[in-house]
Structure formats: C-alpha cells, structure tokens
C-alpha cells in the first residue's frame, strides 16, 4: 500500500477556499482510476498541543503501490484540480507519502 497524505494551508483572504478546494477535490480527484481509499476534510480542532491546528484541509489518498500514485499525478484530472482549484485557494501545501513494510 501507498499513502499520499496533502496538507493545505489556504488563501485567508478567500473565505470560501476551503469549501472550494474540497468541492474540487471531489470532482477532480476522487474519481481518478486506482484510489484505494479517499478521504478529505477540514482541521480537526483538538485541546491537545501536540495536534498542528494551522492548516485549514487535509487529503489522505491511499493506493495499491506508488506505480499507481504515479500515473495519479500524472492523470489530466489531477492536472486540471492542481491548476484550476489547488493554486486559485491555497497558499501552502506540504506532502507526505510513505509506503507500507
């Protein structure tokens, strides 16, 4: 298994970004061929210190290996939600991808 973990910060003078970058990723991405598991949403709140509140929208994808994660990043829906929506809503991302022993 391979996880591709997104996290974006979003344009705080667009209140509307984060509903918009998750109604994008919904159309665009979701669908995309090979997704395993697909889950999107805003932060969390929690009391505890040690959880990073600063970020506005995560996206956790998982595949069955990173083949399948490549030709992802590479597929035209991806393309079109990274240049129509990803750049139009957010400031920031930071990517984490790992994959299963």
């Given at each position: 298994m391979f996880?591709?973990?997104?996290?974006?910060?979003?344009?705080?003078?667009?209140?509307?970004?984060?509903?918009?970058?998750?109604?994008?990723?919904?159309?665009?991405?979701?669908?995309?061929?090979?997704?395993?598991?697909?889950?999107a949403g805003k932060m969390a709140s929690s009391h505890r210190s040690v959880v990073d509140q600063t970020y506005q929208v995560a996206l956790n994808i998982v595949f069955p290996d990173k083949k399948t994660e490549h030709e992802y990043q590479e597929h035209p829906s991806h393309h079109e939600f990274v240049h129509g929506v990803f750049k139009k809503t957010c400031r920031?991302?930071?990517?984490?991808n790992f994959e299963s022993a």
């Open positions: 996880s591709h973990i997104v996290i974006f910060w979003t344009d705080p003078s667009n209140p509307d970004a984060a509903d918009e970058l998750l109604a994008g990723m919904e159309k665009y991405l979701r669908p995309v061929p090979g997704i395993l598991h697909f889950h920031k991302v930071v990517v984490y």
